[in-house]
């Protein structure tokens, strides 16, 4: 039996040869989709940590939470962060010492500098002043090896007065914040390099 398409003539045979090229066709693009989806994926997963997983929580689905995560990349990339100059790093070492020295006397006081110098820091490198929550997702463009940890000594340092924190939650978040404002000292070029390795 002959089939006559657009002045062509076409046997079965040929026709389901055709329609059997063009499913394996269509399922290669799918195939090649849901590789590139899976790359995509993998890459916002290393790049972001945990970060990832909490945007994924919060926004419902992965497709979502790229989409937000490289929204963030776009909105870090067009602000002016800088690496700080030799003296203001000296100066925000020395505060982060008196802050630091503090922390036996006067916990509870010490976390909430340290939280300050923090936002101070953020700014000085180009960070804009904002909630806490859109600072935090600025930070993890860069740093999101750190997020958890600001996350945890962030809300221990604008705790409430009547629910203290302990002692050792107080010294938990000292340690967090050293390590985060480690971290933002450092040039930018050696976090990208750690990062990558």
Partial sequence: MNYHLMGYYFTQTQLIVAVAVLVVLILVVIGA??????????????????EYDRAVVTHGSAREAEAKLADREARVDA??????GVTERERFVAEWHTVQS???????????EADDLINA???ARGYPQSSFE????????????VMENYRVAHSIAVRPGQVDATTEELRTAMIQY????????????????RTAA
Avoid at 39 to 47: H, K, Q, S, Y
Avoid at 79 to 84: D, N, P, S, T, V
Avoid at 134 to 145: E, F, G, K, L, T
Avoid at 178 to 193: C, K, P, V, W
């Fill in 33 to 50: 989709f849901i590789q590139r989806r899976r790359v995509r994926t993998v890459a916002f997963r290393n790049r972001f940590g945990s």
């Fill in 79 to 84: 602000l002016k962060i800088r690496e700080l």
């Fill in 102 to 112: 503090r922390f036996v006397d006067h916990p509870r006081a010490a976390v909430t």
């Fill in 121 to 123: 820091l953020l700014v």
């Fill in 134 to 145: 859109q600072r935090a997702a600025d930070i993890s463009v860069h740093y999101p090896h």
């Fill in 178 to 193: 050293r390590s985060i404002f480690d971290d933002l000292l450092q040039a930018q070029e050696s976090i990208s390099t």
